[in-house]
């Protein structure tokens, strides 16, 4: 058996780099987004956006989800301090493994099979619904470091 790389061979493994390439780039930066409606509309970053934290500001293992205006923080670590209830003032922490309030509901936002559920506690917490059907709590949390 011989090896060749003609042209045609050459032309073959550089289209292949490319689409392995454009694939790798496609899924890294397809982490967090995009979030879709029901309508499958890709929604802008004024609407919804996730985005991890500044390592800057000590917050790189904190995700943040910005929804309609407010801020939610998936800060499984506590790396954002203590956070408090806008309303009461009681304490505010994310939680893996809770489950729906009975007044939630699906807002038919999703992304790679998250979905995004809203409850009579919007002003302290978001849930999403993960793949495996476990829900997440995000608590609110504005956002008071900004990288530089």
């Known amino acids: 058996m011989t090896w060749s790389c003609g042209r045609s061979d050459h ?13 790798v780039t496609a899924c890294g930066l397809d982490s967090h987004g995009p979030w879709v ?13 996730q985005y991890d934290g ?6 790189e293992r904190v995700v943040f989800l910005f929804f309609f205006g407010d801020t939610y923080a ?8 203590p956070l408090v209830s ?15 309030p009975e007044s ?16 009579d506690d919007r002003a302290d917490y978001l849930y999403i619904r993960l793949p ?6 995000w608590p609110r949390a504005e956002v008071s470091c900004i990288e530089q």
């Open 11 to 23: 032309s073959k493994m550089r289209w292949s780099l490319v689409a392995l390439l454009l694939l």
């Open 54 to 59: 500044f390592a800057s500001c000590d917050q």
């Open 37 to 49: 409606d029901d309508d499958g509309r890709q929604l802008q970053g004024n609407e919804v956006i």
């Open 132 to 137: 495996s059907g476990q829900i997440e709590r």
């Open 104 to 119: 939630a509901f699906a807002t038919g936002i999703t992304h790679a099979g998250r979905g995004i559920f809203i409850a």
């Open 74 to 81: 998936k800060d499984d670590l506590g790396r954002l301090g």
């Open 86 to 100: 806008e309303v009461d003032g009681r304490p505010l922490s994310f939680e893996l493994g809770g489950t729906l």
